[in-house]
């Protein structure tokens, strides 16, 4: 496992519940003293015990002894850095399923695509996604993801041994789609945050979550990918859970900017990675490269980086011109 993040964290101690020995790797030696010392990891998912069989690591060449599979719980703007430090002591084929939500600003990848990147080689590689908020998966309240690979056989291992009675895996194999669903629904969470914290409604948030579907399938569509991906649960289901749930850290965020923070305050106010800040810059540029329309995203990105209220942003989008939603 690298990373010890809350979903790092979550997935080590659920390969330890079905009887895996795990290795948990970390890139800061005094988070892993503090997590072995603890039993927890109190930064990021507090009040959870790891797992018997979960052993903490910060040294890079301990972190693949005897792996037959590895998990990259590293958020996409830090994958490339860590899996360049690791790079020296990465077995050969070993697979590699990612469970990152993002798109690296510098180069429009995806995170398996990043991955690939830095590794080179044909080693299978997933990407597990959907709705998965993690401590509530920690407290083993039910969720069900997807596990996207070109490799299906990949797929179906990934599936196999993460499956718990309380988090069920299905196979996909429309790796574009399930990444860049996950990518995309963290910037229209933003927008949903914004909305909660304008106090705009609920009609305003359903037709954020429509509209918002409709800008992600386009996009998704014109890179390659399937179009029923985005009816999913690494589609619809995920951007229903980050859009919704109080704990999500994007939605959250966006609530901190639409209540009058500033983005750097919001951003300072959490200890976790928003992935959705960045990740809205590089949709941007994708829909430009792929001239698809993306009139919220881009009202987010007017929010986050040009400084337009959020007020202002609402209005620009329902002054828009009229048309037909088919």
């Known amino acids: 496992m690298i990373g010890d993040g809350a979903m790092g964290t979550l997935c080590a101690n659920m390969l330890a519940e079905n009887g895996m020995q795990v290795r948990l790797w970390s890139a800061f030696p005094d988070a892993a003293e503090e997590m072995r010392r603890l039993g927890e990891n109190r930064r990021f998912l507090p009040g959870v015990p790891l797992a018997k069989g979960v052993e903490i690591t910060s040294r890079d060449d301990q972190a693949f002894e005897h792996a037959q599979l590895a998990v990259s719980a590293v958020p996409t703007q830090y994958i490339r850095g860590v899996w360049q430090r690791l790079c020296a002591h990465v077995p050969p084929n ?24 830095v590794l080179g080689g044909d080693r299978p590689l997933a990407a597990l996604s959907g709705p ?15 596990a996207a690979s070109e490799h299906e056989e990949f797929a179906r291992q990934v599936q196999e041994i993460i499956t718990r009675p309380y988090f069920r895996v299905y196979t996909n194999s429309d790796v574009i789609g399930v990444e860049v669903a996950g990518a ?3 910037v229209i969470a933003i927008a949903a945050g914004i909305l909660d914290g304008l106090g705009a409604g609920d009609n305003a948030k359903a037709a954020l979550l429509t509209r918002g579907l409709v ?3 386009r996009l998704g569509v014109a890179m390659g990918a399937k179009p029923q991906t985005f009816a999913g649960l690494a589609g619809m289901g995920d951007l229903v859970t980050t859009c919704f749930s109080p704990i999500g850290r994007n939605r959250s965020f966006g609530e901190a900017v639409g209540k009058g923070q500033k983005v750097e305050d919001a951003l300072s106010a959490t200890n976790s990675v928003v992935e959705g800040v960045a990740t809205t810059s590089g949709v941007v540029e994708l829909a430009r490269r792929h001239q698809v329309e993306m009139p919220i995203t881009q009202g987010v990105y007017d929010v986050l980086f040009n400084n337009m209220s959020p007020s202002q942003a609402i209005n620009e989008l329902m ?8």
């Open 94 to 117: 070993l697979g590699i399923c990612s469970v990152a939500k993002g798109i690296e600003v510098a180069t429009l990848l995806r995170p398996t695509q990043v991955l690939a990147d």
């Open 215 to 217: 800008e992600i399938s």
């Open 132 to 146: 998965s908020i993690a401590p509530e998966i920690a407290r083993h309240l039910p969720a069900t993801v997807a």
């Open 184 to 186: 995309t629904k963290n």
């Open 319 to 326: 002054a828009r011109p009229l048309k037909s939603e088919e």
